[in-house]
């Protein structure tokens, strides 16, 4: 068996600027690493029905290096850094970003997952699940 169990990231939180179905919104993504190692991609996947706008717009970057996102699927965005370093395990990393439409569907259970990865695209940490996001219908 080839599989390894990645360590999980600590302390990921997803914060929306407003919490409104369907309504365009800034999205915050903070967590902080659990292994060290060189992370050229950080894939963070969006509840089902957010919109990605193409390109996503990446606001701030705190705790890694200068990079570029992408819409990686319809609900991801991949982070690319463009010069890769070793990142040490305990170090937060936040990631701010617009251009993201709210899901349509009003819940509470709502989560953004994270996963930090190599240059080869394996693992090194996630993916992991954020606190609950509540979107709520106006009216």
Do not use: C
């Amino acid at each position: 068996n080839d599989f390894t169990t990645q360590a999980a990231l600590h302390g990921v939180w997803a914060r929306q600027t407003n919490n409104i179905v369907g309504v365009q919104s800034y999205y915050d993504v903070t967590f902080v690493t659990s292994t060290t190692g060189t992370i050229k991609f950080i894939d963070i996947t969006f509840p089902p029905g957010t919109l990605i706008g193409a390109p996503p717009r990446l606001v701030e970057r705190e705790g890694i290096g200068h990079g570029n996102a992408v819409k990686a699927s319809s609900t991801t965005i991949s982070y690319t850094v463009l010069s890769p370093v070793s990142v040490s395990e305990g170090t937060k990393i936040r990631l701010e970003f617009f251009n993201l439409v709210n899901p349509t569907t009003p819940s509470t259970g709502y989560k953004v997952t994270v996963a930090t990865k190599d240059a080869g695209g394996a693992i090194i940490d996630g993916p992991t699940a954020s606190n609950s996001l509540n979107m709520k219908q106006i009216g």
